[in-house]
């Protein structure tokens, strides 16, 4: 399967996941912490993302944090996203406030 692209555009970050590798671990792998964390299982809610554009498949989230209406609506979990093809993809998280300096 190889690599694929993972593009932050309001951040200007481009990154690479391997294929089975979280959005998330990918971003830290290569020192980007262009998405906020928290507890690295799905169940927080802090690494929500929207995907812009792209394949993937996500693992199991807390519906506390994420709805079935949001996860239509193209939003996940960095820490629960994995690609299937180059992504693209925007920082929406709550704690997303406390990083706009950083994107």
Known sequence: M???????????????????????????????????????????????????????RVGKMNRDVISPEEIEDGFALACKTIAEEDLEIAVVGRMRKFYRERL
């Open 2 to 56: 190889g690599a694929f692209r993972i593009s932050i555009p309001e951040a200007g970050c481009i990154s690479t996941c391997e294929a089975d590798e979280t959005v998330l671990t990918a971003m830290g792998r290569h020192g980007l912490k262009k998405i906020p964390s928290g507890c690295h299982g799905g169940g927080c809610g802090v690494c929500k993302i929207r995907i812009l554009s792209g394949c993937y």
